[in-house]
């Protein structure tokens, strides 16, 4: 897996983050709005995924757009990132967006590793999803969700759920004595991806 080391490598704060070749060509903006709001010296480092449905996907879920469908590849995933937390003296937190925050998500239910949670626009009308949070604890103490406040209003009657999900899924994390918080931003999936995760890990390192 390729990796992306932005920042500061001796800060005592590492921030991780999944990230597509899109993701990759704004993480120097997403860079920027996080240390203009923010003190803290902190590193950065970016995976790049180059099978998105396959590696960040917890378990395998029918196509629900195109024809490709999900795969189980996060546990894999997981595994070469927590390569880069060797250093237990430090503060990880791990964010993304889309799939790659519903990935962080899930992630933060496997390892008490991560202090916490940027999940920008995840994908949380993956199937199962929501009902796994239900019968699981999360690990991390501090979560931070956000959505377009169009993203719901879709035609694909999958992803269409994912308003009533991710206001679900802060329920539960709240129900379970979790810092956790839901945000609306403007604007559909695809508006200022780099701007909503750079929010989530501002708040996380404020909370």
Known sequence: ????????????VVLLQPVDEHDLH?????????????????????????????????????AVFGNQDFGDGAA???????????DRTKTYYI???SLAGLFSLWAAYQTDLFQGVAAASPSVWFPGFTEYMQEQAIQSHQVYLSLGDREE???????ATVGDRIRMANEI?????VNSILEWNEGNHFKEADKRTAKGFLWLMQA
């Open 1 to 12: 897996m390729e990796t992306y080391s932005l920042g500061n490598e001796s800060a005592s």
């Open 26 to 62: 704004s993480m120097e903006s997403e860079l920027a709005i996080i240390k203009e709001g923010i003190t803290v010296d902190f590193q950065m480092i970016a995976f790049r995924i180059k099978d998105w449905n396959k590696e960040l996907s917890p378990w395998k879920a029918p």
């Open 76 to 86: 894999d995933t997981l595994r070469k990132i927590l390569r880069h937390c060797a």
């Open 95 to 97: 964010g993304g967006y």
């Open 153 to 159: 209003k879709t035609r694909n009657a999958v992803m």
């Open 173 to 177: 994390l709240k129900t379970q004595g």
